[in-house]
């Protein structure tokens, strides 16, 4: 599937989400929930379609579906391009399928996306939990000596650019 076309699938699925989600209150981020309310929440929808929008681009990434994952990420790549030389600087797929599958980056299932802040209406931060491959979640243990504490959720931004919701952060990252 071309990237243009995922783009247009998941803005479509988004839309339709976010017409259905004008019919129904949220219990949580992670749940769907059958209550009505007869007033729905412009800010509830926004937050609901940025959260499948982080979904997507995780489950993409962690499906090898790197492309798709691109069309749905804005942040920068310099990172990713100075761990892969040997990767052409505009090959954002290739940058993606080394970080996942050589450099550490940890694409795994998603447990829980959770709201941490609504820093605008444009720009919403989340809290992600992770599977990792032993079924357990993912814990990020810092080296000793290390003055940062051992986690098991990671912050992702979703903003409002150019009229689309785009991720701006990449998996963690571990050596």
Not at 28 to 57: G, I, K
Not at 137 to 154: A, C, D, I, K, V
């Amino acid at each position: 599937m071309s990237s243009a076309k995922f783009v247009v699938d998941v803005a479509m699925s988004v839309f339709i989400s976010g017409m259905l989600c004008m019919c129904s209150t949220p219990v949580s981020l992670n749940e769907r929930s059958t209550a009505t309310d007869s007033t729905p929440s412009v800010v509830t929808d926004d937050v609901e379609q940025a959260r499948e929008v982080l979904e997507t681009y995780l489950t993409a990434l962690y499906e090898g579906r790197f492309e798709d994952a691109v069309a749905l990420y804005g942040g920068a790549y310099e990172t990713l391009q100075e761990m892969n030389p040997s990767v052409d600087r505009e090959d954002y797929s290739g940058l993606f399928a080394n970080a996942c599958e050589f450099n550490g980056y940890q694409c795994l299932a998603v447990h829980s996306i959770t709201l941490e802040e609504t820093v605008s209406p444009t720009e919403h931060v989340f809290l992600v939990e992770f599977i990792d491959s032993t079924g357990e979640l993912l814990r990020f243990t810092p080296p000793p000596g290390s003055p940062n504490e051992p986690r098991t959720q990671f912050s992702f931004t979703v903003v409002k650019q150019d009229e689309r919701l785009q991720v701006l952060e990449i998996p963690p990252y571990v050596s």
